[in-house]
């Protein structure tokens, strides 16, 4: 399986909160082997990303070019669960998520997709 291609927002919870399906509903995240691009209707964020070799789980590093996160860094990983994607997110910017969960009060953001 390969992160290529489009994605939907499943289920995503942040700070250990989840999210409104209603907010997620459409947005389709467009990757492929060295950048992203969220899109709302029109693309609202995009960027490249960058494989981080000798991590288990698999990890990127993913750099805004443009949108809100112009200029951030963000590390996360991923795996997959039978068709679907799981990504955790470290949006404190400070290191590789250590396991797939969004902790109450914290920054880590864990996303569900499925495949468009």
């Given at each position: 399986m390969t992160i290529r291609?489009?994605?939907k927002i499943a289920e995503a919870a942040l700070?250990?909160?989840?999210l409104p399906a209603d907010v997620l509903e459409k947005m389709v995240l467009e990757l492929d082997e060295n950048s992203y691009q969220l899109i709302e209707g029109k693309v609202i964020d995009s960027g490249v990303i960058e494989s981080i070799p000798n991590t288990s789980p698999k990890a990127l590093a993913i750099t805004g070019v443009f949108g809100p996160n112009?200029?951030?860094?963000?590390?996360?990983?991923?795996r997959f669960d039978g068709e679907d994607m799981i990504m955790?997110?470290?949006?404190?910017?400070d290191g590789v998520p250590e396991e797939f969960e969004s902790k109450e009060n914290s920054l880590f953001y864990l996303v569900r997709y499925r495949r468009v």
């Open positions: 291609g489009k994605w700070g250990g909160k989840n112009k200029g951030k860094t963000y590390q996360c990983i991923y955790c997110y470290n949006l404190g910017g």
